[in-house]
């Protein structure tokens, strides 16, 4: 089973407008609404590609239900706690002329909703995996990742964390089975410019030397590298096409990454099953279904 946290989720409301206007009332060509979050988005591509998995995290007010519904709706287990006070927040896409985005913070979280959490993280058991994912929200401590690794770290969880700088560095203790920076935050981890394979092949492996058992680097049109537990480097192309949304491909490659690993046990398969599903995510206006990644997958990751 695999288990992924999303601490801040959102539904993304986008507005189409033909041209925006600031000396009268804009009104839209359409408006669609979507649910986001990393984890979330993980757990989606995960479903989608037929893998056990259940989404974990916080929501909030009439705005939490319909994210819940929607999610529902489209085949995801989910087992969120609710907040007594706030919303889920809407993030305000408008796409005109110019394109404007406008992010909520999201709603406080209690001392007393970090501890219903962590009770139904029990439930988490030897073999599993947990996708820790994305930013947390002001009102949480910044080590929410090291208590919930903590909790869990003797118990034969599998972690994949997918952060940036410091959430992911303060995970490295626990061994985290899989990390997955892009090039340009693991350059930032270190301090300097990633400008070869051979610099990101010497930094990952100077973060695995810190505890994480493979590091899958993302290299946006450069495709992707993972260094894997012996040290082998594997390097993967994208797949070529019209690139229409660059939002959840991470999240797409990390959740076929985990798919194809539990699938086969394999890492050069994982790596490719992950490329397809983070390309065919790419080339979709959502995230990618079964049917597009298994054509990404086909034509150009398959032996």
Known sequence: MVYTITFNPALDYVMNVKSLRTDDINRTESEELYY????????????????DNT???????????????????????????????G???????????????????????????????????????????LVLSGSIPKSLPDDIYQRIMEKLTDRGVRFVVDAEKDLLLNSLKYKPFLIKPNHHELG???????????????????????????????????????ID????????????GKVVNSVGCGDS???????GYIDKNDYDYALRLGAACGNATAFSKELALYDEIKAVFNKYYSI
């Open 253 to 259: 490659m990390v959740a076929g990454f985990v798919a």
């Open 87 to 129: 919303y889920t927040r809407i993030n305000v896409k408008i796409k005109a002329d110019t394109e404007i985005d406008v992010n909520a913070n999201g709603p406080d979280v209690k001392a007393e909703d970090i501890k219903a959490l962590m009770s139904k993280l029990d439930e988490i058991k030897s073999g599993d995996y």
């Open 36 to 51: 986001g979050g990393k984890g979330i988005n993980v757990s989606v591509i995960l479903s989608r590609l037929g893998i």
């Open 188 to 226: 930032d981890i270190f301090n300097v410019k990633i400008d070869s394979d051979e610099d990101i092949i010497k930094y990952a492996k100077a973060l695995q030397e810190q505890g994480a058992v493979n590091v899958l680097v993302s290299m946006a049109k450069d495709g992707a590298m993972l």
């Open 55 to 85: 989404a974990l995290g916080f929501l909030a007010g009439f705005t939490g239900k319909r994210l819940k519904q929607m999610l529902v709706n489209d085949g995801i287990s989910c087992d969120f706690n609710y907040l007594e006070d």
């Open 229 to 240: 537990e012996n040290s082998n480097v594997h390097k993967i192309e994208n797949a070529p």
